[in-house]
């Protein structure tokens, strides 16, 4: 069954600072892998996707994450945040090969706090 | 944009009453999903639809739980009997092909059982 573990709950950076999230997942191939961005009281909003190639991808309001086989990781970055940024952040796995679509298995999320 | 639409945003109940949330999936789209998020907690998937029947359903689904696409457009859950614990945030979900993977997501429906 797949998994995905994000080992920090809450991460609090200072505008303007760097940022790395860290996804790690478990699945018996190479899988879909998504991050998604909650603002409070809000759904979930698409930040980029991991399917083939290119193991670096780019995705929306400067995010980028790059996936590592060898470490089972899809960690996600933004090399200068914005107050704006602050939100939840939810890393998922999606199953290949199936015929029927398959389900997103998420990680427990990682809140992210912007200091001014 | 095409967007997935969720109707109502905020819906409290009664425990053991019956609620039905509703989906307008992205119109092209083929497969179709209901999720949920307890307050604090991670999106867990509940169940997955796709010509007109249930693909795959979590051990959340059990059999309070139903869905159903009456027309062309909507995406219906069902609770029969809500309790206490149905108490979260459910989101409807829509791709356009198998193995594609990106899902779209609607904005959600807060349930509130008292």
């Known amino acids: 069954a797949q998994s995905v573990t994000q080992p920090d709950i809450h991460i609090t950076v200072s505008e303007g600072a760097s940022l790395e999230l860290r996804c790690n997942y478990s699945?018996?191939?190479?899988?879909?892998l998504f991050w998604y961005v909650q603002s409070p009281g809000q759904g979930l909003q698409l930040l980029l996707k991991?399917?083939?190639?290119?193991?670096l991808v780019q995705g929306i309001k400067g995010f980028e994450a790059e996936f590592k086989r060898s470490q089972s990781s899809f960690n996600l970055r933004k090399p200068s945040v914005h107050w704006s940024d602050a939100a939840e952040y939810f890393c998922?796995?999606?199953?290949?090969?199936?015929?029927?679509?398959?389900?997103?298995?998420f990680g427990t999320g990682t809140r992210l706090a912007v200091r001014p | 944009e095409p967007e997935v639409t969720q109707t109502p945003s905020h819906q409290v109940t009664q425990m053991g009453q019956e609620v039905i949330l509703r989906c307008v999936p992205i119109?092209?789209?083929?497969?179709f999903y209901w999720y949920r998020q307890i307050l604090g907690q991670k999106v867990e998937f509940l169940v997955s639809?796709?010509?007109?029947?249930?693909?795959?359903k979590s051990e959340i689904f059990d059999d309070q739980f139903s869905v159903e696409r009456p027309d062309g457009s909507n995406f219906t859950l069902k609770i029969r009997s809500t309790k206490l614990e149905d108490s979260a945030m459910y989101f409807c979900?829509?791709?356009?092909?198998?193995?594609?993977?990106?899902?779209?997501f609607g904005p959600g429906t807060r349930l509130t059982v008292l």
């Open positions: 991991y399917f083939s190639g290119d193991t």
């Open positions: 639809f796709y010509n007109n029947e249930i693909s795959e």
């Open positions: 699945y018996g191939a190479t899988p879909y």
């Open positions: 979900a829509s791709t356009q092909l198998a193995g594609n993977g990106e899902q779209f």
């Open positions: 119109s092209n789209h083929l497969y």
């Open positions: 998922a796995v999606g199953a290949r090969g199936r015929s029927s679509g398959d389900k997103l298995t």
